[in-house]
């Protein structure tokens, strides 16, 4: 049985903001049900005791700095690589109608 | 005396001496490029200009009597920031982009005086095993030219096994230095987690990828570790730890120490003269004084799919950065714009922009994107998405602990681990182009120690069908030290490290 549906994996591509076309969309499918198999065997472990690892470093091995104002880049540095800009700021497409 | 045979440390040494200028070595460096890039294609950028020009201005302080400064060449994985160099990721969607900030490795290794030669190849966001999944063009494997480097350090690893350079930077979240260093038959060092600053650095899955050094012996691996590591207020996750001496380590004395070999990264899959070469390297330890034994990692054998759990969820959220709207490619722009800015210009879709936002995302980021990357997005997605987050992505953070407590069981009674670094030595390109789940299993080995934020080094100890083979050696977290130590005395004994790779075959594109 398949554990993610061509529907849901259409679905996902839009939530990941990713388009696919039908010959991808069946291919996706078939892969992300190949790897989702392999593991769903993690269920068989008992995690009922454990915590999660969200990080393997302690708080104390990495203190928060001080809050300080340091420089940043400037408007011209971080405008450089934009793919499109006006007077000074980032061009996008029309967001409110 | 050519060069590029000289080690960095070697070279550092004559430079410092004035037997050489900083501009002879990258000369002899550059002509190398020139006679070998054809074949196996490491670089994505070679910074020839900026290297001279470096070189010169060294030279010069230097006779007028400054303190000298190392002038050693090297190489960086393309998914470092360099500042107005351009960094790409080996993505597509990032072609072109020259980032405003260089990053602390880059920053430190040029305050230490050594040059950038160029940015190397990789599999697309580090997210690969061959190199393959470059947006740009794959990367040859020096010893035989119709197999994969590995990956997803790939092209590093070839620049510095090809005597491009003498040293290189990679990246590894699940065994992206060690595994290519192991295909190559060089030294990859993947750093305890928190020890090398990853600021600049793109981030792929940000609890696991680490920078760490690829070099052709133990003694520049602890130079150039030496010279990156320690706390950096850039990087949230650096840890406040002191790097010691790493030069001190190089001392060819493991008496008295024991090994554990886990039986878990032993199994089926290992290719039975991969083993050999791996036992041969564990009875040399066991001459110079080390016990070795059998130990036990039980739940590593599900080291692979934790990986393929978290290292997706993360990259999902840290790639939902490329929408094309402030840096990058976005889909029509050189159609589009009024006023176009210096980022990447389309050469990926052309046509008109798309009108509104959604559709400009869903081209920018479908068109940008390759194949491997999308797929590790869609899973990322998957198991974070409602409903689907306890059994997938929680289980795989739960499972992470328990490998963790593993592995801290079995430093309270071994001083540090054994396995091969691949199951296998390289494999021919193309042979698991389409196969993600045997691409995969390239990593068994490596991902472990990644997922438990440990150090673990790939030093070569032999070969098995003309192919090098690695030995990985994991220690408890920050123990480097006792890493380069055994791998030194392991490389004193051994001549592995000294084989020349032929560069023959033919590459197949």
New interface residues.
């Given amino acids: 049985m398949a554990i993610i549906t061509r529907e849901e994996v259409e679905h996902v591509a839009l939530l990941a903001r990713l388009a696919f076309s039908p010959d991808e969309l069946d291919r996706f499918t078939a892969q992300l049900n190949d790897i989702l198999g392999h593991v769903t065997r993690l269920g068989g472990l008992d995690t009922s005791a454990v915590e999660p690892t969200a990080s393997v470093l302690s708080g104390a091995a990495t203190p928060l700095r001080e809050d300080e104002v340091w420089e940043g880049l400037t408007r011209e540095e971080a405008l450089a690589s934009a793919p499109a800009t006006e007077k000074g700021l980032f061009k996008v497409p029309r967001v409110l109608e | 005396m050519r060069f590029t045979e000289a080690t960095a440390s070697q070279l550092a040494t004559l430079i410092a001496q004035g037997e050489v200028t900083r501009s002879e070595v990258l000369e002899s460096f550059l002509e190398r490029i020139v006679a070998v890039e054809e074949s196996v294609e490491a670089f994505l950028t070679v910074t020839a200009d900026h290297g001279r020009r470096l070189a010169r201005l060294a030279d010069k302080a230097a006779e007028g009597g400054a303190t000298p400064t190392a002038g050693v060449p090297f190489a960086l994985k393309d998914n470092i920031a360099t500042q107005d160099i351009p960094t790409t990721c080996g993505s597509r969607i990032l072609e072109g982009?020259?980032?405003?900030?260089s990053a602390t490795v880059m920053q430190r290794l040029e305050a230490a005086g050594h040059i950038l030669l160029g940015k190397t190849n990789c599999d697309e966001f580090a997210m690969g095993s061959s190199t393959e999944n470059s947006g740009f063009h794959p990367t040859a494997n020096p010893w035989d030219l119709r197999c994969v480097p590995g990956g997803s350090s790939g092209g590093s690893a070839v620049a510095v096994a090809a005597y491009e350079v003498p040293f290189a930077l990679g990246s590894d979240t699940g065994g992206s230095i060690r595994q290519p260093a192991s295909f190559c038959g060089v030294v990859g060092l993947k750093p305890t987690?928190?020890l090398v600053s990853r600021y600049g650095l793109v981030a792929f899955a940000s609890?696991l990828d680490q920078i760490g050094p690829i070099t052709r012996d133990v003694t520049d691996a602890a130079l150039v570790l030496g010279a990156i590591a320690g706390p950096d207020?850039l990087d949230?996750?650096?840890?406040?730890?002191k790097p010691p001496d790493y030069g001190q380590a190089l001392v060819p004395d493991v008496d008295g120490l024991v090994a554990g070999i886990p039986r878990e990264l032993f199994g089926e899959g290992v290719e039975p003269e991969v083993r050999q070469r791996v036992e041969e390297a564990a009875a040399v330890l066991a001459e110079l004084g080390v016990g070795v034994e059998e130990c036990s990692l039980p739940?590593a054998v599900?080291a692979?799919?934790?990986y393929?759990?978290i290292a997706p969820a993360e990259a999902?959220s840290n790639l939902?950065r490329y929408?094309?709207?402030?840096?990058?490619?976005?889909a029509g722009?050189a159609a589009?714009?009024?006023?176009?800015?210096?980022?990447?210009r389309a050469s990926i879709g052309g046509g008109p922009?798309?009108?509104?936002?959604?559709s400009?995302?869903?081209?920018t980021?479908?068109q940008g994107?390759g194949p491997e990357v999308?797929?590790r997005?869609?899973?990322?997605?998957?198991v974070l998405?409602a409903g689907y987050y306890d059994?997938?992505y929680?289980?795989?953070?739960?499972?992470?602990?328990?490998l963790?407590q593993d592995f801290e069981q079995a430093f309270g009674r071994y001083d540090f681990l054994i396995s091969p670094t691949s199951p296998t030595v390289a494999f021919p390109i193309g042979e698991r182009a389409d196969d993600?789940?045997a691409m995969?299993m390239a990593d068994l080995c490596t991902i472990p120690a990644s997922l438990?934020?440990l150090p673990a080094i790939s030093v070569p100890c032999g070969f098995s069908q003309g192919l090098p083979v690695g030995l990985q050696l994991m220690g408890p977290?920050f123990s480097e030290e006792l890493l380069l130590r055994v791998a030194f005395a392991h490389e004193q004994r051994t001549d592995h490290h000294t084989k020349r790779p032929p560069l023959l075959g033919v590459k197949r594109h």
């Avoid at chain 2, 949230?236 to 730890?241: D, G, L, P």
């Avoid at chain 2, 922009?353 to 959604?358: R, T, V």
């Fill in positions: 982009y020259r980032p405003p900030y987690y928190g609890s207020p949230s996750t650096s840890a406040r730890v739940n599900f692979l799919d934790m393929y759990v999902s939902a929408d094309g709207m402030r840096f990058g490619y976005r722009a589009g714009g009024d006023d176009v800015g210096n980022g990447a922009p798309p009108g509104d936002l959604l400009l995302y869903l081209s980021r479908s994107f999308k797929r997005i869609m899973l990322g997605a998957y998405s059994a997938y929680l289980k795989a953070q739960k499972a992470r602990t328990l963790r993600p789940l995969y438990a934020g977290a």
